[in-house]
């Protein structure tokens, strides 16, 4: 898909051409063999709420922001003669991670011929859960892949994107590696491709509520057909703000809208210290503020061409700490991130759909 400069001439169906990938298969081998796979992560959004397509229908929608580094890495050991929806998954309790193995199973052996058998999936990776960073769709992606993989194929991201929202309702865009796309996720499409990537942006990231992880499934859901015409209109006057940031490259516009849609989700998730963080923004020269919709992550944006940038995230994060606010690490979305101080006994915490030990805040 190519950058568009208008909402009516997005292709929801496609997805850009530089990651679609022709399906291959290795048709020596009768069995699939052991395969791997891997995705990223992302830092909250950057816009969410309720957009039209290209057929002015109103959809669910959201763009991430790229978090370069962790992710989620997967093995699938295929297990010959077994009932294809017999899958284990190690650490155990990962049941989307389940799920999606046994579709990209039916997927895969339909489409090379051969026998579709259960196996195991491990899974590697420290993502925090319920932070809002894409956790579970990092793990749904990663074992896609090495399930492709096992039959010697590499499914392209549309059709990765339609199995992940049938393994777990809602799934971020982390098929498309980073690029900036204004993305139905519970539809699995893209609405609009908002160009080759985002401005760079420096963030200080960290964790509001003390970084307790929210229950996703707890939130309140809304049928975009339910939303009216006033906050159809604010989305549609933000993508537009996002698609000329994008654009020209203007970080600055890029943060008022990170901070305008982080306020508005405010009032579903009601963090106590969002004022306080838009403060310290304020006071220390950042561009603006972003939030995950979904979870506790949120980051602080500055222009890494700003004046006395280290000065500027220095005095945020002595500020964010003042308040209580617990930091987590500094990235650049344009390179690879500095990794903050490492801490240690990283878990996953407990929720709906992860039998996991609670967990003390991680070095994101």
Not at 301 to 323: E, G, T, W
């Amino acid at each position: 898909m190519t950058p568009t400069t208008r909402p009516e001439a997005a292709r929801p169906e496609t997805v850009h051409p530089r990651t679609a990938h022709r399906d291959t298969a290795h048709p020596e081998t009768v069995h699939p063999r052991t395969g791997t796979g891997s995705a990223p992560c992302h830092h909250g959004e950057i816009l969410q709420g309720v957009f039209l397509d290209a057929s002015g229908r109103r959809c669910a929608g959201l763009v991430t922001l790229p978090l370069p580094g962790p992710g989620s890495g997967a093995v699938f050991v295929p297990r010959p003669g077994t009932p294809p929806e017999a899958v284990a998954v190690v650490p155990a309790g990962r049941t989307k991670a389940a799920g999606a193995a046994v579709l990209a199973v039916a997927e895969c052996a339909r489409r090379t011929g051969r026998p579709a058998c259960g196996g195991e999936v491990r899974l590697t990776g420290d993502l925090p859960v319920g932070l809002g960073m894409g956790s579970s769709t990092s793990d749904v992606i990663a074992t896609l892949r090495a399930v492709a993989d096992a039959y010697g194929l590499r499914l392209d991201p549309a059709t990765t994107a339609r199995l992940a929202v049938r393994a777990e309702t809602a799934s971020d865009p982390l098929m498309l590696d980073g690029r900036p796309v204004l993305f139905a996720q519970r539809e699995g499409r893209v609405l609009e491709a908002l160009g080759p990537a985002l401005p760079p942006l420096t963030v200080v990231g960290c964790a509001l509520g003390g970084g307790a992880p929210v229950d996703t499934l707890s939130l309140p859901v809304r049928d975009p057909a339910d939303a009216d015409d006033t906050e159809v209109r604010a989305g549609e006057r933000l993508r537009a703000l996002l698609r000329r940031a994008v654009a020209t490259g203007d970080a600055r516009l890029l943060g008022a809208v990170a901070t305008a849609s982080a306020r508005r989700g405010q009032r579903a998730l009601g963090h106590p210290e969002f004022d306080d963080l838009t403060g310290v923004a304020r006071r220390t020269g950042a561009v603006g503020v972003q939030i995950a919709h979904s979870g506790a992550v949120a980051g602080v944006l500055f222009d890494p061409a700003a004046p006395d940038l280290r000065r500027r995230v220095d005095a945020c994060l002595r500020a964010l700490d003042a308040h209580g606010i617990p930091t987590t690490r500094t990235f650049t979305t344009s390179e690879e991130p500095p990794h903050g101080p490492a801490r240690r006994g990283v878990d996953r915490p407990t929720g709906p759909h992860t039998a996991r030990r609670p967990a003390r805040l991680s070095a994101l």
